[in-house]
């Protein structure tokens, strides 16, 4: 609902403005951002460092892997090295597609692979906390066991030494070509999730906990980069010029089990399943669900992106790209010039491992796992589904139009479809091709409060079209406005805006303050809602009411009244733009009356107007005080019998010569009637008076002086 808004209501992420229509108010939907197009699916398309929809490169999936969970990768001569969940498989996927299984051992998981350049290599298992060696001519040995239960992380130190980062005890480990441990750090955080190397022969630490990064120098000492605000650092990637960047989760989105848990069912059972994707380590830090930061060489470290929705996995520079693999929607980030843009949609929900390669990537997904990698050659189609956009009720819809490039060789189609349900399903209209060009007729979809439109781009020479933005232009269907609250006011009070100077009429602040026997008039009156006061003016009586309008359309109300007992309605006020209305109830002689309140949306719907009523239940207009009935005396008291024409009597008072009103005794006790017998106890007085009021405040002061004995 608006009452007096000149503005125009823009629905949608990025509008662009409206443009009234004798029909109605047209309004848009657009799209022209990368926030815009990251909500919906990309196909073979990407979003460019200017937010712009373009096609991406070419994907080639490589091999599909039978194993529940892709947990880690890593380079191999001959391929990629996979570590797995649930039967702690490590396998190798060649450059071919064929899978070989390398290791399949007792533990269930294998967190953490690593290959030296001879192909030797490395596979950190859990929970059992050990690390297998397989040597290139495929005999494997239990390499390092350093009795705990995870293996999270392995790595080659500088000095040749291989690194294992373990939990639930957080130590760091270097282990020797014999396979002996030395433990170089023990860390108070219960789990060291990822390591890196430092050039200068450090090495960064990131934990399970407390979210921090830790650096490890050569001599020995331990120092704190960073305290996130997420609970867990799950991934390190080396950059450029001693660059390190660090992946930060929350604790919902983390692999690591809670403090003490023992994952895999009851401690010393190792034969089950630990890997989740959902299930937290107990943490309670506030932040986004995930976080990149870079690390410079002097250990500073700086915050780049962060995201609201998406599980970051792991991180991997390639071609001095940086490269983030996310969950729970399955999508391929990078960093490229400031911006953290989307470069692969998968049908899988997480990508958990990403390997740097000569051009791109490549990655493996988990919960249908798979493993992808990325080419040179750009792709020469590509798709993209917009996220459902919501027209805010039932609409037709009018044109698309959108602005972008298309050179020679290369075209861009779409289609569109409509339904009334947030998520697209059955009960939504077809798919419908709209015509090509840049601005197109949506005329054919049938009536809908969603709209979803999808962009076919493709390319004969490598050049992409470009999409920058979408614009969808809508009129909402007129709904017919609510009506949430009609009241009618107490008798005399009157509603005026705070700034009203009532001049040289006569209002009151508040309701007359009773003091002696005379009026006077309080200070200050009671404030509504900060935008009106309440005043008092004896004999006005007040209408107030709440509309909405489903389709932000203004409003304008109309009133009427009539007596009860008639069925003829007669008019009061007619486009009324303010919410109440004050009148003067003396013109309505005494009765009871009922009020309709009529509201329409004609100001923005012209010839189109719906218009809804409600009336108002009995009310007393009441101008008459109350009387006196009759007087006797009984007992050194006075009884008098009091009686209002419409309404219950609300006070009685008495005075004595002049004195302060005392309240009157009713003979019930109850002060509640429109006939009551007052009690006033005699008293040796030269003036006597009884003041009466009834619920429309109307006051009669009788003096009954004479009627005393």
Known sequence: MRWMSAGLLAVGVGALGATPSLAGEVRFLSQASAEDFVAGTLDGTTIDVLGSLRLGREVERIAGVEEPFVLSAAPHLDGWVLGTGNSGRVLLVGRDGTVRTLLEAAEPEVFAVHVDPDGTIFAGTSPGGKVYRILPEGESEVFFEPGERYIWALDRASDGALLVATGTEGHLWAVDQAGAGTLLLDSEETHLRA????EDGSVLLGTSGQGLILRLDPSGGVRTLYDAQQPEVVAFARGEGGTIWAALVASEATLAPQAGEAAGGEDGDEGSAAVTVEGGNGTTKQGPRSEVVRVAADGTVQSVWRFAEET???????????????????????WRDGAMLVEQDVDERQIVALVPGEVGVAFATTNAGAFYRTLEAPRSSGTFVSAPLDAGAGSRFGLLRWIGEAPEATSVGFRARSGMSATPDRTWGEWQAIDRGRE???AALPLGRYLQWEAELRSADGVSPVIAGVEISYRQGNLPPRIESFQVLDPGQVLVPTTFNPSDQVYEPAHPNRQGI???????GERD???????WRHGYRTLRWTAEDPNADDLRAALAFRPEGRETWLPMEEELTDPYYSFDATVLADGVYRFRLSIDDGADNPGEAVTVERVSPPVVVDHSPPAVVTTRTRENVL??????????????????DGAEWEPAVPADGLLDGRREILRLPLRSAGLLLLRLMDASFNVRTVDLSGDRP
Do not use: H, I
């Not at 005379?518 to 200050?524: G, I, K, T, V």
């Open 440 to 442: 197109a007729s949506l």
């Open 639 to 656: 009884e008098v019998t009091v009686e209002d024409a419409l309404g219950p009597l609300r006070e009685a008072s008495v005075s004595w």
């Open 195 to 198: 390591l890196a190397n430092g």
């Open 312 to 334: 970051v996995y792991d991180l991997a520079v390639a071609s001095g790209t940086l490269w983030v693999a996310t969950g729970l929607e399955g999508q391929l980030f990078s």
């Open 518 to 524: 005379f009026n006077s008039l309080e200070a200050s």
């Open 529 to 535: 809602a900060g935008r009106l006061k309440t005043l």
